[in-house]
């Protein structure tokens, strides 16, 4: 159990936006987006969601933590692949309800439960009115 704890988001505008203190806002189901690219190359990896433990974890290993939503459970990401997430720096965007984590990925350099490097490998394409997917 991580020893972290995240401070409320203010209600003033600008001290969310502008200072220094990292308060997360966690949606109604304690979920914040986790948007997720490789430090190198910058390739997106995966999107994903953490709650509060997950990214207390995070910040405390240096190791990627999200919560399952199927599973409703932690989920450290490469636990069982060896395809671990190192962080190299999270982010924030201006009102704290998103972050983006850049990675260095171990093992086979694969995200994707698929054995790929990235979730997103499959490009919507529309055609005679229908939308299909390519994999790439």
């Not at 200072?19 to 390739?43: E, I, K, Q, W, Y």
């Not at 974890?57 to 459970?73: K, N, P």
Request: aromatic share 8%; hydrophobic share 40%; glycine share 8%.
């Amino acid at each position: 159990m991580p020893t972290f704890r995240f401070d409320p988001a203010p209600d003033d505008k600008t001290a969310l936006e502008e200072s220094s203190t990292f308060t997360p806002r966690f949606d109604a189901n304690g979920l914040v987006t986790a948007v997720v690219t490789d430090a190198g190359d910058g390739m997106l990896l995966m999107v994903a969601h953490m709650n509060a433990e997950a990214l207390a974890l995070t910040l405390e290993t240096g190791i990627a933590h999200y919560w399952s939503r199927s599973r409703q459970s932690i989920w450290k990401k490469g636990e069982t692949s060896g395809n671990l997430q190192q962080v190299v720096q999270i982010l924030t965007d201006c009102d704290q309800d998103a972050i983006w984590l850049r990675v260095n990925v171990s093992g086979d350099n694969a995200t994707c439960h698929t054995g790929r490097r990235s979730c997103f490998y499959r490009t919507v394409e529309l055609g005679d009115g229908k939308a299909t997917l390519a994999s790439d």
